[in-house]
């Protein structure tokens, strides 16, 4: 999962937003679209801030993956280019094409 962080850094949320799975608009190319616009400005405007407050992102290390049939979490550690650190976790799913995306719906 290193490229969320990637995309992050270089503040790319058009290449994070590829990698997120919304499930419940998968069916709705009109509603998956709309969900995506509205995902990606939350997105920019949170990320923004807290790349700002925090000098970037100065080291990212997964920690823990745990598998599951279809979903997944990933742990990882966070280090902020101010010295902070975060430990947390990102969920995925398996989508029908067998590609693992984080899970919008957690």
Do not use: C
Request: proline share 2%; glycine share 6%; charged share 40%.
């Amino acid at each position: 999962m290193q490229r969320t962080e990637n995309n992050q850094q270089e503040k790319d949320y058009e290449g994070y937003l590829k990698l997120v799975y919304f499930k419940d608009a998968q069916k709705d190319p009109a509603k998956l679209e709309k969900t995506k616009a509205n995902f990606l400005s939350l997105l920019e405007s949170k990320m923004n801030q807290e790349l700002d407050k925090n000098d970037g992102i100065k080291e990212y290390k997964i920690t823990e993956e745990t598998v599951e049939e279809d979903k997944a979490v990933v742990k990882y550690h966070l280090v902020w280019g101010n010295g902070e650190e975060k430990d947390d976790e990102m969920p995925l799913v398996k989508t029908e094409d067998g590609e693992w995306l984080l899970d919008s719906g957690k």
